[in-house]
């Protein structure tokens, strides 16, 4: 009976597995889903036949970008070498969209090329791209990209008629989830900005650093700007005297 029940079970599982056949069925559904979390698992957990189907299906320009989208995100997930091959090349794609997709896929490897092509998407033209890298670069924890958010931050592309765009607040937001000392300066230079909405990050994000590097939160001031600048003020002269001291 114990052979009879594995046998069975064996033969359950593999009638379930996922060919490449139905890898194209299963993608096909996924797209036209909002919520499509089961279809997302069962692709990512499926043989390794089905990576050449997602692929093709990336690759090809006039599937729809549903699908497309749904396959960079799964190839992600899978992380194999193939993967990361296919999504390198994606992050070059004619759409937009894709390539935000492929960038999200990226986020989920640990190595340095795909950090390099994560970072190098922030050249992107596309907003929603550079949104994506700066998601990927806070989720990789990639803090030696710190240089290239302060960078990202004052790029003409960020402002239309003089008013930010959503992605300012978002990279200050960024250096918190970081938790770098080191852009301490770019926060406190973010409090004098013209966006209401960056300063008020800025506050918080410093706020979130002072919480991790144990500094003395400043709480004399109602005006969080003026706060922060004053500790900021504060925390320079006090590291000059100490530099000055241990010279002499």
């Not at 599937?63 to 090349?89: D, H, M, V, Y």
């Not at 994560?118 to 990789?140: F, G, L, P, Q, Y």
């Amino acid at each position: 009976m114990v052979l009879l029940s594995t046998s069975l079970g064996h033969a359950k599982n593999k009638g379930s597995e996922v060919t490449p056949e139905k890898a194209r069925t299963i993608i096909e559904e996924a797209a036209k889903k909002k919520d499509f979390s089961k279809e997302f698992k069962e692709i990512v957990a499926a043989p390794e036949s089905v990576e050449k189907v997602l692929i093709e299906v990336l690759q090809t320009s006039t599937n729809r970008w549903e699908e497309r989208w749904f396959c960079a995100i799964t190839l992600g997930k899978r992380k194999s070498p193939q993967a990361k091959a296919a999504l390198l090349k994606a992050v070059q794609d004619e759409l937009f969209i894709v390539r935000q997709a492929a960038v999200q896929g990226l986020s989920y490897f640990d190595d340095v090329d795909t950090m390099a092509a994560i970072r190098n998407a922030m050249n992107d033209t596309a907003m929603v791209v550079r949104s994506e890298v700066v998601d990927a670069i806070t989720k990789r924890n990639d803090v030696g990209a710190i240089d290239v958010l302060q960078k990202e931050l004052y790029e003409g592309r960020n402002f239309q008629k003089g008013r930010s765009m959503w992605i300012r607040p978002q990279i200050i937001h960024a250096f918190g989830l970081l938790g770098e000392s080191s852009a301490v300066d770019a926060l406190v230079k973010a409090l004098k900005d013209k966006d209401e909405l960056v300063v008020t990050q800025s506050c918080k994000s410093l706020h979130t650093l002072s919480l991790k590097h144990q500094w003395d939160y400043p709480v004399k001031y109602q005006d969080c700007a003026q706060a922060w600048t004053r500790w900021y003020e504060a925390r320079n002269e006090k590291s000059e005297k100490k530099e000055v001291k241990n010279k002499s």
